[in-house]
T-cell receptor, first 112, second 107 residues
Framework: NAGVTQTPKFRVLKTGQSMTLLCAQDMNHEYMYWYRQDPGMGLRLIHY???????AKGEVPDGYNVSRLKKQNFLLGLESAAPSQTSVYFCASARDSGNTIYFGEGSWLTVV | GQSLEQPSEVTAVEGAIVQINCTYQTSGFYGLSWYQQHDGGAPTFLSYNALDGLEETGRFSSFLSRSDSYGYLLLQELQMKDSASYFC????????FGTGTRLQVFP
């Protein structure tokens, strides 16, 4: 029973490098989200998707891009990583709006 | 924009009752949900109020008053394992989380 799986779990990037975080869910959920959480802080919404082929901006979308080509996958891309993007990234999914959301275990990203 | 405010920290002793408040400043009658997060872990769902009133789930209860833009999470019979951060969240498609409350339970 995998639920929401994020890869990779840990990554160190140099400033200016690009990378993609992959989120996969096996619950046939329509909604998927990417959040970032800085130390001692709350969760801030980066981008979200309400269904396959759709994406929308959240609270802090700058510097990130996303794609939802398949219903089960939601990819988060950093085109040119900056130290300010050092954070823990959480992916989440939900059956529909206003419902329980299920989180992945997080991806720890450090940009040096 | 949307914002949800919570107290930054709450302390209590084992066996006590604690209430964590959440006030928000957004229009629309959305429900309010609550999540728990232990250090180093992922948030996990605790409770959801779609309508005004009290929802009870074991030792945890959650309350919502949409007319007052206010909700709270009530934790009873506190245990050491309840030491964690607690977040309220609201919205429909765009789910926004509150600032979070760190609960420390002492023996």
């Amino acid at each position: 029973n995998a639920g929401v799986t994020q890869t990779p779990k840990f990554r160190v990037l140099k400033t200016g490098q690009s990378m993609t975080l992959l989120c996969a869910q096996d619950m046939n959920h329509e909604y998927m989200y990417w959040y970032r959480q800085d130390p001692g802080m709350g969760l801030r919404l980066i981008h979200y998707s309400v269904g396959e082929g759709t994406t929308a901006k959240g609270e802090v979308p700058d510097g990130y891009n996303v794609s939802r080509l398949k219903k089960q996958n939601f990819l988060l891309g950093l085109e040119s990583a900056a130290p300010s993007q050092t954070s823990v990234y959480f992916c989440a999914s939900a059956r529909d709006s206003g419902n329980t959301i299920y989180f992945g275990e997080g991806s720890w990203l450090t940009v040096v | 924009g949307q914002s949800l405010e919570q107290p930054s920290e709450v302390t209590a002793v084992e066996g006590a009752i604690v209430q964590i408040n959440c006030t928000y400043q957004t229009s629309g009658f959305y429900g309010l949900s609550w999540y728990q997060q232990h250090d180093g872990g992922a948030p996990t769902f605790l409770s959801y109020n779609a309508l005004d009133g009290l929802e009870e789930t074991g030792r945890f209860s959650s309350f919502l008053s949409r007319s007052d833009s206010y909700g709270y999470l009530l934790l009873q019979e506190l245990q050491m394992k309840d030491s964690a951060s607690y977040f309220c969240a609201r919205g429909t498609d765009k789910l926004i989380f509150g600032t979070g409350t760190r609960l420390q339970v002492f023996p």
